[in-house]
Nanobody, 121 residues
Framework: QVQLVESGGGLVQAGGSLRLSCAAS????????MGWYRRAPGKQRELVAT???????AYADSVKGRFTISRDNAKNTVSLQMNSLKPEDTALYYC???????????????WGQGTQVTVSS
């Protein structure tokens, strides 16, 4: 019923920038919180940044001041601008959306399939 499709990952040198985007489509009534998470090799998935429908943002301490999350409520998209990238930012980045479907009540959670970000030293 809902798809989240990420784009924008790739290989970049340390100190460089990348911009990730995620588009949600399907039978969506309203998207509440959207966010980005990541899983580095051998580690558990961790929160990177979230943004509410009221544009309230939150960041992991490790990315504060370097990453910026934004969203377009009209287009059901969320983006993550990543600057000053470090090798430790290398991970598979996932988009997450908490939303209400048109066909039912209750909040549902959806994940994208992930986009790889690799930062070389």
């Amino acid at each position: 019923q809902v798809q989240l499709v990420e784009s924008g990952g790739g290989l970049v040198q340390a100190g460089g920038s990348l911009r990730l985007s995620c588009a949600a489509s399907g039978s969506i009534r309203r998207i509440m919180t959207m966010g980005w998470y990541r899983r580095a090799p051998g580690k558990q998935r961790e929160l990177v940044a979230t943004i509410t429908s009221d544009m309230i943002t939150a960041y992991a301490d490790s990315v504060k001041g370097r990453f910026t999350i934004s969203r377009d409520n009209a287009k059901n998209t969320v983006s993550l601008q990543m600057n000053s990238l470090k090798p430790e930012d290398t991970a598979l980045y996932y988009c997450k959306a908490e939303l209400f479907l048109r066909s039912k009540s209750g909040l549902d959670t959806y994940w994208g399939q992930g986009t790889q970000v690799t930062v070389s030293s």
